[in-house]
């Protein structure tokens, strides 16, 4: 697991947290945030995947030529 994916896992979980509360609260602004939250946390964790993906194709790679 890398930093983007950590990250992204994080915020998306705040976001979530943030949009219940606003919900709680009936705060339209508080849940859209929550939500724009999510979405980027979502994004930042599939950007981490692919990072992971593509290091392990390279260790492949490696491990192939030798």
Do not use: P, W
Request: net charge positive.
């Amino acid at each position: 697991m890398n930093k983007e994916q950590i990250k992204g896992t994080a915020k998306n979980v705040a976001g979530k947290v943030q949009e219940g509360a606003g919900k709680m609260v009936g705060s339209t602004e508080q849940q859209l945030k929550g939500l724009e939250k999510q979405i980027t946390g979502k994004a930042e964790k599939r950007v981490g995947d692919v990072k992971e993906l593509v290091q392990d194709a390279k260790q492949i790679a490696k491990d192939a030529v030798k």
